[in-house]
């Protein structure tokens, strides 16, 4: 008999982790952060809720940071064993978790400044640059549809979740003499308008199944319409003179971005001639994107061969990207006909913030939200209209043109889920929603019942099922 345990994304969409227990091994089946105000700080900072020592394997879905985020603070704590992912997870969380670190301690740096002058006992970071070194160490690359035996009852094996470079469904099977369960973790399961990557594999067999719900409540805006409405905002952008900003996501939104951009060039539909990547761990994760055009779907694959040598730059050939302070500061100078590409993806920090200090009191500036906007963010106050926003401690008025596109998603909809869900062979596995807020799961309940009478359970936290 084994036990399946969730440890988190129970009814909220960050802190991925399940825990996996028979009665030969223990596996961890993602590690994720809690993000999000102060709760998420806290979560990020209590214990483990079993022996980091106890643990025979840990497999990550993708490189997400609410997925991936706490590795190096694992293997802090003790965990020694090998960590299963693609290659791909394994080259962006290089990326990811180191500048995840570098924030960390700048933060920490930061607050141990008051404390000290507060007479208060200091902090210590979650971790350190080298807790993630050590934890990158301990990776076991795999590649989709290749089987591997991770602990003595256990097999493993990755299917294309198509959501983000390297994004995996995770199929576990664990068999003991008597018999053998099969659980399938949807991991977060892609958009299939997305560009670049393939779709979703369709999966059949299964006994257990976790299905990821972050958008069950509702089905995104046609994706062509946005693609449409997002030329059309840089025309009307270039004809009025000003820049363009675009929050945007390192891994991901970016390089969805820059392949609209770049087919907007191609078609003689984008206007401006000076577009800037401005933000280093976006221009890391973009050019890994080339190393993978394998992964890509098979048209866009075509595109970029037929039409890119090496870098985004072939894509998009007025495409800056600017790696050092000083380069970014250059950008400032620039009154008009600029795009601007910069994180943090909802202005809650980066590059981003300095473009928006310097255009978005300006009449002719544009700003093109293109991701989520959680509340309490920089982002969300604009997307709600805030006519005044403080950033860097100045007082900003905001007179630029917003354009809020809904269609951009790196998540499957309801009907996605659905109908991803739907193929799944009957007797239908038990069938469990996790990572996604309550409410959305609630309606995705409510669906598999109209349309599968199949009853979806909707566990909670340190929640054990035995399978
Ligand atoms: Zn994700």
Known sequence: ??????????????????????????????????????????????????????????????????????????????????????????????IMLHDAAFLEMKDCEWENKQRRRAGKTLLEPLYTEQDVDAALKLREVIDYHQPVNIAPDIELQFYDA??????????????????????????????????????????????????????????????????????????????????????????????????????????????????????????????????????????????????????WEDWLPDLNCTHTTEESMQINTISGGAIIIAGSGMCTGGRIRHHLKNNL???????????????????????DGAQQVNILGHEVAVRATLHTLGGFSAHADQQQLLEWAGHFATPRPELYLVHGELDKMLALQEQFHQHYQWHAHIPSYREKIKL
């Open 361 to 383: 009191w300006k009449n002719n500036s544009h700003l093109i939200i293109v991701g989520f906007q959680a509340i309490g963010t920089l982002g969300r106050a604009l997307v």
């Open 162 to 311: 198509g959501h983000i470079l390297g994004s995996t469904i995770v199929e576990l099977s664990v068999k003991d003499a008597r018999e053998s369960r099969r659980i399938v973790f949807s991991g977060d399961l892609g958009n299939t308008h997305h560009p670049l990557l393939k779709d979703p594999d369709i999966l059949t067999r299964a006994d257990y199944l976790l299905l990821e719900s972050t958008y069950g409540d509702r089905n995104h805006r046609d994706y062509d319409e946005t693609v449409e409405e997002f030329c059309q905002a840089l025309q009307e952008a270039a004809d009025a003179g000003g820049n363009v900003m675009i929050p945007s996501f390192a891994v991901g939104r970016t390089q969805e971005v820059l392949f609209w951009l770049g087919k907007f060039y191609r078609q003689g539909r984008l206007k401006q001639r000076q577009i800037f990547l401005d933000s280093p761990m976006a221009i890391a994760a973009s050019e890994l994107y080339f190393h993978y055009l394998h992964l890509f779907n098979d048209e866009d694959a075509q595109a970029f061969r037929d039409n890119v040598k090496h870098q």
């Open 1 to 94: 008999m084994a036990i399946l345990q969730f440890l988190g994304a129970t009814r909220e969409v960050t802190g991925s982790a399940y825990l996996l227990t028979t009665s030969r091994s223990t596996v961890l089946l993602e590690c994720g952060m809690h993000q999000g105000g102060r709760d998420a700080d806290q979560a990020n900072l209590a214990d483990f809720p079993f022996q980091t020592t106890d643990l025979d394997a840990v497999i990550l879905s993708h490189a997400h940071l609410d997925h991936s985020g706490l590795l190096p603070k694992l293997v802090k704590q003790g965990y020694q064993g090998p960590v299963f992912m693609t290659r791909a997870t394994y080259n962006l969380i290089d």
